[in-house]
């Protein structure tokens, strides 16, 4: 047997040991689904997740499973099936939605983020309504900053638009690059990360009030032992050295501040989408 077989064989060893070890270690812990709204691709949306589940399982004694599905329109269909226990989302603010019974426990300690509608740099459309009767792409109905905020300011001001979902925010801004649409409904934070990591340039036609970004929410069905344990892996993230480089590092990934640390959050900082729901347009609640 040749030297490199036998590390080969050695590696692989070690490694069956180590899945062992963890297996056993995770015997009679009860595992929960955790889904996040699809930000990005499936594949970046993984990239992201993985490895901070992987963190929070392990220091909190309680296993996640990242639970996505090919849209975030998808993802969400798990969470109103009541398939998930814990989320990341900003899809459950409305007075519906909210007898569901997740609770808000964090957040990303980021700026507050806006609704847009953006069109590449060199588009000659300088305002909205010159967007009437023009393709408008959005990455899908469920996107409250990136959708229904943008699209409830083109109602307001009588702008008809043909909506054309991506199924997430980076695939809608690969449409609107491609020239498939005209203009783009979005998130500022998701577009600027886009941007910076594609290259991109683009123009702001709107920009809607501040939003604060998606909340880590836990059903009621989890016990609070679970929760608190869950709230508490999260939260201390960004003040352990090994927690601190994981979310860096998967921020950089995506494109947003390296310091995007997860808070504690009791939901009050979500009261602008409660107010949003009070006056929406019916299709849009």
Do not use: C
């Not at 639970?67 to 993802?75: F, L, Q, V, W, Y």
């Not at 953006?118 to 996107?143: C, N, T, W």
């Not at 836990?218 to 960004?238: K, L, N, Y």
């Amino acid at each position: 047997m040749t030297q490199g077989r036998r590390l080969a064989l050695q590696i692989l060893g070690a490694l069956a040991a180590a899945s062992f070890a963890l297996g056993s270690a995770a015997q009679g812990r009860r595992t929960y689904m955790f889904s996040p709204v699809n930000q990005h691709g499936i594949n970046l949306t993984a990239a992201y997740w993985n490895p901070i589940i992987g963190y929070v399982s392990e220091k909190s004694g309680v296993n996640l499973m990242l639970k996505i599905g090919r849209t975030s329109a998808d993802t969400t269909s798990y969470v109103l099936a009541q398939e998930v226990e814990f989320v990341f989302t900003n899809h459950l603010f409305s007075p519906e939605r909210e007898k569901l019974g997740f609770r808000v426990f964090g957040r990303r300690d980021t700026p507050p983020i806006h609704g847009q509608l953006i069109v590449p740099v060199d588009s000659p459309i300088a305002d909205i309504a010159q967007l009437a009767g023009q393709d408008v792409g959005f990455p899908g109905p469920e996107a409250f900053v990136s959708y229904k905020v943008p699209y409830a300011h083109l109602l307001s001001k009588n702008v008809t638009v043909n909506v054309v979902f991506g199924g997430n925010m980076d695939a809608a801004l690969v449409q609107m690059y491609s020239g498939k649409v005209k203009a783009v409904g979005g998130n500022s934070q998701l577009i600027a990360g886009y941007a910076a990591r594609e290259g991109r340039k683009y123009r702001v036609l709107w920009t809607s009030e501040p939003f604060h970004e998606l909340a880590l929410m836990a059903s009621s069905r989890v016990p609070e032992a679970d929760r608190r344990a869950v709230a508490a892996a999260f939260i201390g993230m960004g003040a352990d050295p090994r927690g601190r480089e994981i979310l860096q590092s998967s921020a950089r990934a995506v494109g947003i501040p390296e310091n995007a640390y997860f808070i504690a959050s009791d939901g009050s900082e979500y009261a602008p989408y409660r107010r949003f729901y009070e006056t929406a347009p019916a299709q849009l609640r």
